[in-house]
């Protein structure tokens, strides 16, 4: 089986500009979240999503959204690109009888 | 903001000793997981523990839950050189699996 694909792998970006990074989760999973990761520090969460329902949210400014799709891959939208938003941008699905994340390689995107 | 918060931040051990990696959480949790992090990759589950359980093993890590201290520690013995990484706990909180919340890290280095 496929795991967690992320897409675009690395992106570069102007102060001001907007992006949009995608996932896909693994098949049967029906939950997907968002994670920032800025160097040297621990995923910060962003967005829950299941069944195309925002479960939770963190705390991230409106620039932030994101949506699920019916089969359930979903995409990660950034407005108004800052310098502070170059991170590496995670997405997992979950495991849902566990509660264990299966995580993709991440999208890197840097803001010049 | 991190609900739990790693001990030591870096470890810098030799090959073939035991490495000992601490976690410490605020509020009520559903489970408690540990992830592993190579060089800014995507992160790999290694293990969950819930509330209700005290200890659990998986080849060769060891997890216990102190939920009256609300503390976790992970033990990895018999280090090899491939156990160099960046390693992070990650709490459910109780009644909110829709938020996973990591701490930052605790990077790990086996010397040879």
């Known amino acids: 089986d496929a795991g967690v694909t992320q897409s675009p792998t690395h992106l570069i970006k102007t102060r001001g500009q907007q992006v949009t990074l995608r996932c896909s989760p693994i098949s049967g999973h029906k939950s997907v979240s968002w994670y920032q990761q800025v160097l040297g520090q621990g995923p910060q969460f962003i967005f829950q999503?299941?069944?195309?329902?925002?479960?939770g949210r963190g705390n991230f400014p409106d620039r932030f959204s994101a949506r699920q799709f019916p089969n359930y891959s979903s995409e990660l939208n950034v407005n108004a690109l800052l310098l502070g938003d170059s991170a590496l941008y995670l997405c997992?699905?979950?495991?849902?009888?566990?509660?264990?994340?299966?995580f993709g390689e991440g999208s890197r995107l840097t803001v010049l | 903001s991190q609900q739990g918060e790693e001990d030591p931040q870096a470890l810098s051990i030799q090959e073939g000793e035991n490495a000992t990696m601490n976690c410490s959480y605020k509020t009520s949790i559903n489970n408690l997981q540990w992830y592993r992090q190579n060089s800014g990759r995507g992160l790999v589950h290694l293990i969950l523990?819930?509330?209700?359980?005290r200890e659990k093993h998986s080849g060769r890590l060891r997890v216990t839950l102190d939920t009256s201290k609300k503390s976790s520690s992970l033990l990895i013995t018999a280090s090899r050189a491939a156990d160099t990484a960046s390693y992070f706990c990650a709490t459910a909180l109780m009644n909110r699996d829709d938020k996973i919340i990591f701490g930052k890290g605790t990077r790990l280095h086996i010397l040879p």
């Open positions: 999503y299941y069944e195309k329902e925002e479960r």
């Open positions: 523990i819930r509330s209700n359980e």
């Open positions: 997992a699905s979950h495991r849902g009888d566990t509660g264990e994340l299966f």
